[in-house]
């Protein structure tokens, strides 16, 4: 079993930054690919980023490449999402998400274990 708990959510201004975190427990963390979704009201969660088990891979979503970077410390048992640049259309509950796998997926159904989300408003 994996638990997630994410953090780093909050209020800010277009054009500015946050950087959310997802810490897990358990000892096999390095093992597992770890994903960044989102998901507003009315609409289906979508993909926004993810990361291997080593970090040499990472993946994203084509409206967030060049402004979010995903990344882990494997010592800490913590992914991280920097957000630089944000848009009033980022605005969502942003979910941490672990799959059983080294291998990384842009698919929702293929992560194991999923945090309970953090709210990120972006205003204009």
């Known amino acids: 079993q994996v638990q997630l708990v994410e953090g780093g959510g909050g209020l800010v201004q277009a054009g500015g930054s946050l950087r959310l975190s997802c810490a897990a427990s358990?000892?096999?963390?390095?093992?597992?690919?770890m994903g960044w979704f989102r998901q507003v009201p009315g609409k289906e969660r979508e993909f926004v980023a993810a990361?291997?088990?080593?970090?040499?891979?990472?993946y994203y979503t084509g409206s967030v490449k060049g402004r979010f970077t995903i990344s882990r410390d494997n010592a800490k048992n913590t992914v991280y999402l920097q957000m630089n640049s944000l848009k009033p259309e980022d605005t969502a509950v942003y979910y941490c998400a672990a799959r059983s796998s080294s291998v990384v997926s842009v698919l929702e159904g293929r992560y194991d274990y999923w945090g309970q989300g953090t709210q990120v408003t972006v205003s204009s």
């Open positions: 358990g000892r096999t963390f390095s093992s597992y690919a």
């Open positions: 990361i291997s088990w080593s970090g040499g891979d990472t």
